[in-house]
């Protein structure tokens, strides 16, 4: 009996609160298909859900922040007033996958008050486009509350279909540096973004977020089922955000597409970061750079002073002149400066950005460079010390400007939560996540004291891209996932699909400096690349940056002319973009136009299983016609062979845009094709 009326009880207060809850309003999107509500509950909290051609999308998900030092921005709400506007405008990126973007929307403003907090402020700002929505909290300067200290947020995303999950977990010691895991949504830990989802009607998501500035970076964590709540990167000093007067946070944002290769052509982030605030960035150029690197993942030189020394002026002047006989724009020199003997990792406590070791010249290397038409590619490594680095930082790009340098890779090589950040006071230094509030605030702060310099910035051991490229264009490329410096040592890449994964994972988020072209396919010691030297190419049209290195050793490039001369001809700034084929973990075909000729490059991969594709060719100009230049996996290629896995077969053929190619992936294979526009 007691049993019965417990239940009946609930069931009772669940109707009633079911009964109480308000709607605020809605807003779909241009096309309809989406439509987010907004409620309030009977308690004045806030809540949204999302459908999509009329079934339920996201269920209602939480909304408000909690406050370290007031009354929490939870509950008590009111609606104070309303605003839905349209937004339709096409613009022009400097650089990037595609030329022009289009940014479609309907927005919805939401003010609210606290009445029961002297009547506090605070703003919800939704923006729905065709594939996808973005939202933020927004609070204006107010008496009420001069000071936000933010702890964390109760914003929720919860998934209503069934779906599985593509993620890396957050808050790690490697950081961003993980194997893409594949899970029931249901059976996520702590993640970081983009998380990619797929429902079991064949949806695909992506959650994320947009315009990172001055704030935690967001992780997610499950709450139970599927539904997912955002959990923001800790500080080192109580509040995980403060703010001070009127601020806004990141957008909170979900792709939705019906097909992989539409997740990846959205532009929801890139759509919702400010316009460019740098104006003219023609000094940046797009383009490949070569490098003494490779060589110290294989242990063959080091970047500490000694015999073994590798960035020394006479092997930096070899990698030069390899440069100017190939075409390529660049010279990556790493271990040129000082400091990189003893234990550096997480303290740099001795680099110095303005010295040279004594073997390098760094005016002469520099000149010598210019007198070749080639350009040094700066290096910066920290160590994770933000601290020392910030006291460098503003000398070291005026040092770097002089001697023609206008890309700078910088480093933060540290364990999750061990860099070092400057003190307040600026007495000593305190341990803290790079992707803390602090950490963000330092990498914007880093890439706009760049841009004075007229130099672009290439980050590794980053914080997550969230789209910032549009605002500051010369933040042109990030590392921000497992690279392939793992194949070379230590923790090599295991899993054949991990590029794959990567396509509609992590390049959600922005470009990559993955560095593709490993045509030895070979680590240290008995370590193999799980790759045929066709996916080596493939990869310089499917992993987007616009600045790549081609980093293999010279003498490897002069072994194996035949693959080098794809990566040649590749560029790196395309005029548009198309994904063919699309499926997560299996298989990725893109196809992109060149910025400056009419020519097409396509590069496809797959996982571990080979495959037989059709690749249509609608995408040429119908009027043109072009030679393919193919490179594709021979009869025998197979990654796991010693010997095939180097089977890379060259053809030529003349094609028209109403024709079809057949496309032959070995396992752990690959494609790249090279579309010459001809004469007319």
């Not at 009326?5 to 109480?20: E, G, I, S, Y």
């Not at 096409?90 to 927005?107: M, N």
């Not at 590029?499 to 680590?523: A, C, K, Q």
């Amino acid at each position: 009996m007691l049993t019965r009326r417990l239940f009946a009880f609930l069931a009772l207060a669940f109707c009633t609160a079911a009964q109480a809850d308000e709607t605020l309003a809605t807003v779909s999107s241009p096309d309809k298909q989406l439509v987010v509500t907004l409620q309030l509950t009977g308690e004045g909290r806030l809540a949204y859900r999302v459908d999509r051609g009329g079934k339920p999308l996201v269920h209602a998900s939480r909304l408000g922040l909690l406050l370290a030092n007031a009354h929490q921005l939870d509950g008590g709400f009111k609606l104070v007033g309303q605003k839905t506007t349209d937004h339709d405008e096409t613009w022009e990126q400097p650089w990037g996958e595609s030329r022009r973007v289009r940014s479609h929307y309907r927005e919805l403003m939401l003010e609210l008050s606290q009445p029961g907090q002297g009547g506090r402020a605070m703003g919800l700002r939704f923006r729905v486009f065709d594939d996808g929505f973005g939202f933020r909290y927004e609070l204006p300067e107010q008496p009420q509350l001069p000071i936000a200290r933010i702890s964390d947020e109760l914003t929720e995303f919860d998934i209503a279909e069934p779906a599985t999950a593509w993620w890396i977990p957050a808050g790690e010691a490697l950081v961003l540096e993980y194997p893409v895991q594949r899970t029931p949504l249901a059976e996520v830990g702590l993640a970081n973004t983009p998380l990619t989802m797929r429902t079991r009607s064949g949806l695909h998501l992506a959650l994320h977020e947009a315009a990172l500035v001055d704030y935690a970076s967001m992780w997610v964590r499950k709450v139970g089922g599927q539904k997912l709540r955002a959990q923001l990167a800790p500080s080192a000093s109580g509040a995980t955000v403060f703010k001070q007067g009127a601020f806004a946070t990141p957008w909170r944002t979900l792709r939705v597409a019906t097909s992989a290769g539409a997740l990846y052509e959205s532009n929801l982030e890139l759509n919702l970061n400010e316009p460019n605030q740098l104006g003219d960035v023609s000094w940046f150029q797009p383009g490949k750079f070569v490098g003494v690197w490779w060589e110290m993942h294989l242990d063959r030189s080091s970047w500490s002073s000694g015999p073994k020394h590798g960035a020394t002026t006479a092997n930096t002047k070899r990698h030069i002149d390899f440069a100017a006989k190939h075409g390529f724009r660049g010279v990556l020199v790493e271990g040129w400066n000082l400091g990189w003997d003893g234990n550096w990792v997480g303290s740099a406590s001795s680099f110095d950005y303005l010295k040279s070791m004594p073997d390098f010249d760094l005016e002469a290397v520099a000149a010598y460079a210019k007198a070749k038409g080639v350009r040094l590619v700066g290096h910066h490594e920290t160590g994770g010390n933000v601290a020392r680095y910030e006291t460098q930082m503003d000398a070291a790009y005026a040092l770097y400007a002089k001697h023609g340098v206008d890309v700078v890779k910088s480093g933060y090589v540290t364990d999750a939560g061990t860099a070092q950040f400057a003190n307040a006071n600026g007495n000593g230094t305190h341990f803290g996540f790079t992707e803390s509030q602090e950490g963000v605030r330092h990498f914007v702060n880093a890439v706009r004291e760049a841009a004075r310099h007229k130099i672009a910035i290439d980050t590794h051991e980053p914080v997550k891209d969230t789209g910032l490229r549009r605002t500051w264009p010369n933040w042109v490329s990030r590392e921000g996932a497992r690279g392939q410096e793992f194949n070379a040592w230590g923790d090599p890449i295991n899993a054949v699909d991990h590029e794959v994964n990567l396509v509609f994972t992590r390049m959600l988020s922005g470009p990559m400096d993955y560095t593709p072209g490993i045509v030895s396919l070979d680590g240290a010691g008995d370590r193999k690349l799980n790759s045929t030297q066709a996916k080596q190419l493939a990869l310089y049209v499917v992993l987007y940056s616009p600045v790549v290195m081609v980093p293999d050793l010279i003498e490897h490039y002069e072994r194996w002319p035949q693959a080098f001369q794809f990566i040649k001809d590749v560029p790196t700034d395309w005029e548009t973009t198309k994904v063919i084929h699309g499926e997560l973990g299996e298989v990725a075909t893109i196809a992109r136009k060149d910025r400056r000729s009419e020519d097409w490059y396509v590069g496809a991969i797959t996982n571990g299983d080979g495959r037989r594709l059709t690749l249509s060719l609608g995408f040429l100009d119908p009027q043109r016609r072009y030679r393919a230049e193919i490179y594709r996996d021979g009869d025998q290629a197979d990654y796991r062979d010693a010997q095939h896995r180097f089977d890379l077969v060259t053809e030529q053929v003349t094609v028209k845009s109403t024709d079809t190619l057949p496309l032959r992936l070995a396992p752990g294979g690959g494609q790249a094709i090279r579309f010459l526009a001809l004469p007319r």
